[in-house]
């Protein structure tokens, strides 16, 4: 086993079945360039979503079922911010590289570099599907289908590879649990 840091025992190389699980999906969707247009779209569109239902979430609580006890401020600002504040502090900590800057090519060209693990967008994604669980089923539901969406593209696009954004989902999870015990 080839570890891509000295010190980071977690980050093995890339393996083989990545490399061509990615570079199979990249030509597929590279031959069907209305099919690659609507994957950046779907990602773009997921994300405005999850901010958008996290929004609406959040005025449904406060001025709808009119919920103003400090357990309902926790689970809906407390978790989604102690979620994005553990992401952050974690990407800046391991400041992993993402796979373009290890020879992938991604399918879009993105310039960012490095933070790659966890990925903060399904970490958020996560936290606030867990959260629309707790107060209004619907919202749950988008969320967790724009979760999902959300691993494909970052996969699709060659953004993150597949332990960042496990670890997000498992990180945003792990956030939004306690929204069912307060």
């Known amino acids: 086993m080839i570890f891509s840091r000295k010190h980071d025992i977690i980050f093995v190389e890339m393996s ?20 690659k247009k609507c994957v950046f779209l779907a990602d773009k569109l997921c994300t405005v979503a999850v901010g958008a239902a996290y929004a ?4 449904y609580a406060l001025c709808i079922l009119r919920l103003y006890s400090l357990a309902d401020f926790l689970r809906l600002f407390g978790l989604p911010a102690i979620c994005l504040a553990l992401t952050s502090i974690l990407r800046r900590a391991v400041n992993a590289q993402r796979p373009y800057e290890r020879g992938v090519e991604p399918l879009f060209t993105k310039t960012r570099r490095g933070q790659s693990f966890p990925s903060r967008h399904l970490s958020c994604a996560a936290v606030i599907a867990g959260v629309g669980f707790a107060y209004f089923l619907p919202c749950g539901i988008v969320c967790a289908a724009c979760a ?19 670890c997000g989902l498992l990180l945003g999870a792990a956030c939004a649990l306690p929204a069912f015990l307060i």
């Open 148 to 166: 999902a969406i959300l691993f494909y593209t970052r996969f699709a696009c060659g953004w993150h590879f597949p332990r960042d954004l496990f």
């Open 16 to 35: 083989d079945f990545y490399l061509k699980l990615y570079e199979k999906n990249r030509a597929f969707l590279t031959a069907r360039p209305k099919l």
């Open 56 to 59: 609406f979430l959040c005025v």
